[in-house]
């Protein structure tokens, strides 16, 4: 597996008008999912470490797992990205570790829970363009403020990114990737009916884009959160209340607009906990692990898989040549 900077394939993105979905990881079983997934539809891919899932692993088990990606999956492009950064240390240790991108959520303070000042915003995401940089690793920020609360992440509270700010944003920084707040929010309850143009901003897309054509967009907080998946769960024991995700066909449509990633969680957890739940619920007797992990990773990888093709990344895995980032470095220098 070459590991590929985040901005050589949105890049790659941004030419052949696709978008790349940017999955989370924990642990063994959802990076085997994402690679076979990868590997069935042919797509290059982002895979994505929280804060939470580098202190779940403790860093070394993360980073030995992705090295093991790497042997097994050499014809796959990788990007391997730091999930929302909530300090330039955090960013800066990822970068140590090996990854190829980070985000540096200057939303929010270091606290990852209060909303951030916009001159606050500006001082941190500068220092780590800087500092990645000058090691030819990608930078994505964010503007504006998500709804919702995931891994410890978000003040709850949403505000919607202003399109001017947001160019004086990329002119102070320098980002390569922007994730913009156009009302989604992280987490399974996303909205408590089917989302139309009222609840999500699909037009202030299209407009930061327009004031914005060469910066690549983020989507977070874009799980679909089918029904299926939903009622998975709550056919074999579960409990969850009605939601809706974001559509795939918004997705799509911002994808149209300079949508380049878009960052997947939660469906992925769905697809896990009702293939478990299954199998509890139909063979109390099992106790095998395995009996279990195996179809909670074949329905991840099964969601991962539908996903890359609707967002238009299957197919393109070949045609990508990694460059080192020596050679990003000094693009950017
Ligand atoms: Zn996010």
Redesign the pocket.
């Known amino acids: 597996m070459p590991l590929i900077a985040l901005r050589q394939l949105l890049d790659a993105a941004a030419d052949g008008g696709y978008g790349v979905g940017a999955f989370n990881v924990n642990n063994m079983e959802q990076i085997q999912a994402i690679m076979e997934a990868a590997r069935e539809t042919q797509s290059p891919v982002i895979v994505q470490a929280?804060r939470g899932a580098r202190s779940y692993t403790n860093d070394r088990f993360l980073f030995h797992l992705m090295a093991a990606a790497a042997e097994l999956y050499p014809e796959i492009p990788v990007v391997l990205h730091q999930?929302?950064g909530n300090s330039p240390e955090t960013c800066i240790s990822a970068i140590e570790l090996g990854f190829t991108s980070v985000?540096m959520?200057g939303s929010l303070l270091e606290d990852g829970k209060t909303p951030a000042d916009f001159e606050h915003n500006v001082r941190v995401t500068r220092e780590v363009v800087e500092h990645a940089h000058a090691r030819g690793v990608s930078v994505e920020g964010?503007l504006g403020t998500?709804g919702g609360i995931?891994d410890g992440?978000?003040s709850g509270e949403v505000h919607l990114t202003d399109p001017d700010q947001a160019v004086e944003f990329v002119e102070r920084t320098g980002i390569d990737a922007l994730?913009v707040a156009i009302g989604t929010s992280?987490g399974a309850y996303k909205f408590s009916r089917p989302p139309d143009g009222e609840v999500l901003s699909m037009n202030l897309i299209e407009e930061i884009h327009s004031k914005l054509p060469d910066t690549h967009l983020v989507m977070?907080?874009s799980s679909s959160v089918p029904k299926d998946l939903v009622d998975a769960i709550n056919e074999y024991g579960g409990a969850m209340q009605p939601t809706w995700g974001v559509p795939i066909e918004e997705i799509q449509q911002g994808i149209r607009h300079g949508v380049r990633k878009i960052?997947v969680?939660t469906d992925l957890r769905l697809a896990m906990t009702g293939a478990i739940r299954k199998v509890f619920a139909e063979e109390p007797d099992e106790f095998d692990p395995r009996s279990y992990l195996k179809p909670a990773r074949a329905a991840m990888q099964r969601v991962v898989a539908e996903r890359m093709v609707q967002f238009g990344q299957a197919g393109h895995a070949p045609e990508l040549e990694a460059k080192p980032l020596e050679e990003m470095q000094a693009l950017y220098a």
Do not use: R, T, Y
């Open positions: 929280s999930d929302h985000m959520d964010e998500l995931e992440v978000g994730a992280h977070h907080g960052n969680d």
